[in-house]
Every structure is written in C-alpha cells, then in structure tokens.
C-alpha cells in the first residue's frame, strides 16, 4: 500500500453505477478520452473486435431506454456508448473471445468515465435477444455485429458511498 | 482533462501486459487489495459469479504454463490468480452475463494490479475447450464454475510504452 495513492484504488471502490445525472453535456474531447480509454483495454491476440456507437440524439437515447430493461436513465443521460462487437474480426471467430474483450472495454470505459468526474452505468443487451435484435435495429449494425451493452453517461446527479463486494468464500487458495 | 491528474489516466494507457518478472513474492495484504478491486467491478444484476483461485505453488503454476498457449509466463510468474465463473450464481444462469461478469473483474484486477506497481497478464482459457478441461482437472473445480482466464503476477522485469489502440474506424457517431 505504500507504493500506491488512495486515489487510484478509489478508482476501483469509489466507481458506481450512477444512474442520475445533473445537466450538462459530454464534450468531444471527454469523449475521445473515454474511447482512447476502452481501446486500451487488452484483448485475445490483440484483435481489438469492439466497435463503439456514439448516441448524442435524445430521440434515439429515449428509444434506447424504452427497448432496454434497467435502461430507464438513458433517456436523461447526455449519452450513450453502445458497445458492439464484430464476430468476424474476433480471435477465431468466437463470441466467447468478443465478450471477454469488449467487457474489458467496457470496464476501462467505466472506470475512465468516474477518472473524469463522470457518472456512468452499463445496461446489458447482450445476451438478451430481444434487445438485441430492438437495438441492432435502431443502430442499423451490419449482421456480424452484436451489441453488447449500452454505457449510460452524464454528470452525476447522486452521490453513491464507495465499497467493494468483496466477498471471501469466492476466494479459493491453490485449488477449489 | 482539467478535472483529473494525468496519473488516472496512466492508469490505463500505462497498464501493459507484462510477461517478464523481477524477483519477489506478492504479499496477502497486497492480493487481498487486488481481490477486493475486483470484486468492486459491476455484475449483471448483482449476480457477482465471479470465483478465483490463487495459485502460489510453483509446481501448479508451472501445469498452467505448460497447459496454456500463450502463459509460458505463468511459470515464472510470483502467483496466478485463476478467476472462473460460477454458472449456477450468473443471472439467467446464462453463460453470456457470466462472461462479461468475469471480464470486469479480471480487467479491474489488471488494473489495479498496475496501479499498485505489479505487472499482470491475462492468459486465456475459456472458450478453448483444451484449455479448460486441464485447468478444470487441475484445480478441482465443480462441475458448475468455469475457468475462463489465468491472471499472471509479479513484479514488472520489462517496461513497455503506455498506448492506446485507438481506431477512429470502431467509432460511430450516433448510427452505424
């Protein structure tokens, strides 16, 4: 611990799903960081599968929270990051790879967001058929292309306290 | 930018993964750090299906680099942390949410892993169906849990550059 500042293990701790957001637009800038951030996430032979829709219009972000269970705070979001990812650039083609790596971005993306003083949330589509095929619609993504979640973005309008869920029966020393 | 010291971002341009380890153990204090960051990582519906297995013994981690393409590391590594998922606990019971359940963890593993100076490297097992029936074997797992990565840990013996892999071509503003 004495290597390390509180402040980047708060990162970690400090990081909620907010999912009420105060007014205020996410700049270009904020935004090519939280992508930089999730491009830099590692991936299965370094392939890179993901693909990132950026959705600013409210029309569509109210579309996105009508489709999506536990998506409601998207239509008051500044944004969204749709998360995708392209099955036919995946390591060998598998869905298994693709969803270890674009939830490797995702969490990258996450965690940048609360680096910034942002609020964010990650609302599954991905395995749910029915919002994928609601949400592969709406995005117009080409067939070989699976979205994966929609990251909620905005100011944070709640203030949530940090923890973890740290819990020691998960832990298993040498074997289960 | 303004908002945030350059050191948060390092966090994630300068994570890396590391193959090359300096001498020296990884003590429980700092593994229970690493533990509990990622156990702070979001889960579908809170379902945290998440399991791990810490492996100190050099004659396993030396199985697991024998096992895995690519984790020839493992066997020089100062531990392992083999994180599963355990089927029966992920929502829907579905493999999908586990998949990306397990992903947050073990990316908030890796970064906290850099954050707190160490080096790590995330060996792939799950969905290689070889990978996985050896490491199965190995560590005794039930029926249920899946492994699905081997964190590779130790003390950093290379340096590399912090990067992105930005692609301004996975990033599509508004539809695809």
């Given at each position: 611990m004495n290597t390390v500042s509180n402040d980047k293990l708060d990162l970690f701790f400090g990081r909620r799903s907010i999912?009420?957001?105060a007014p205020g637009a996410i700049d270009e800038q904020t935004l090519s960081i939280l992508l930089k951030a999730a491009m830099a996430a590692p991936s299965a032979m370094t392939k890179d599968p993901w693909r990132f829709?950026?959705?600013?219009?409210?029309?569509?972000?109210?579309?996105?929270?009508?489709?999506?269970p536990g998506g409601k705070m998207?239509?008051?979001?500044a944004m969204a990051v749709v998360v995708c990812g392209d099955l036919d650039a995946a390591l060998e083609q598998r869905l298994g790879y693709l969803l270890q790596d674009c939830s490797a971005a995702i969490e990258n993306?996450?965690?940048?967001a609360h680096a910034l003083g942002l609020g964010a949330c990650w609302v599954g589509i991905h395995p749910s058929e029915d919002s994928a095929r609601q949400v592969r619609e709406m995005l117009s993504l080409p067939k070989a292309v699976l979205p994966i979640a929609a990251i909620s973005l905005g100011w944070p309008g709640e203030q949530l306290e940090a923890r973890t869920r740290f819990n020691p029966a998960y832990v298993h020393p040498e074997r289960w």
């Open positions: 999912r009420v957001y829709v950026t959705v600013r219009n409210q029309a569509m972000l109210g579309r996105l929270a009508a489709a999506l998207l239509s008051t979001a993306l996450l965690l940048c």
